[in-house]
């Protein structure tokens, strides 16, 4: 593979096929648009029983993975208080992605400031490519980069390990609540 744009969420899709042993994103954004979860999250914020439909093909693709050996691991900056929307990825994280097999945890915003880690969302695919994901004001998904430079991919896997080894599992998070 070489350095590339992807400009849809189809070709963002097709990577996870592609990696052998690991997955790990960092997330920044204090809210996330798109049209798959628009009315889950309106669902949350009214009170009303959740839909989470939407939803299974990527529980399916950490399924399928993580039977194979794979890990999907995330770290999630969290605002401090949480915003409605990390509280409904909270409530989704509990009952979809960690029993599908995502290892996800946690970091403050602020921890995150001291530890300098970047402050941008990125997706890091066996330690070897990195996607840094690109987000317009309203959270909408408007592309990525793809990079396979071993110094730049270096930083990330250093980020990574930094945010990994400072997060907390959602189980356990005193922001978790």
Not at 23 to 37: N, T
Not at 135 to 164: L, M
């Amino acid at each position: 593979m070489t350095e590339c744009t992807i400009t849809g969420r189809d070709e963002l899709r097709r990577l996870f096929t592609r990696f052998r042993d690991s997955a790990f994103r960092l997330e920044v954004h204090r809210h996330y648009q798109g049209s798959d979860g628009a009315e889950p999250l309106h669902r949350f914020l009214t009170g009303q029983p959740p839909d989470d439909t939407w939803i299974h093909p990527w529980l399916e693709t950490v399924r399928s993975r993580t039977e194979h050996g794979a890990r999907f691991q995330r770290v999630r900056v969290l605002a401090e208080p949480m915003t409605s929307y990390q509280l409904y990825a909270r409530a989704l994280a509990l009952r979809c992605n960690i029993p599908a097999g995502e290892d996800i945890r946690t970091l403050s915003e602020s921890r995150a400031g001291e530890l300098e880690l970047p402050g941008h969302d990125f997706w890091m695919f066996d330690a070897r490519w990195v996607t840094t994901m690109h987000f317009d004001e309203s959270g909408n998904f408007t592309g990525a980069e793809f990079i396979t430079a071993s110094d730049t991919v270096s930083q990330y896997r250093e980020w990574a390990r930094i945010a990994w080894q400072h997060s907390t599992s959602y189980e356990t998070s005193p922001m978790g609540t």
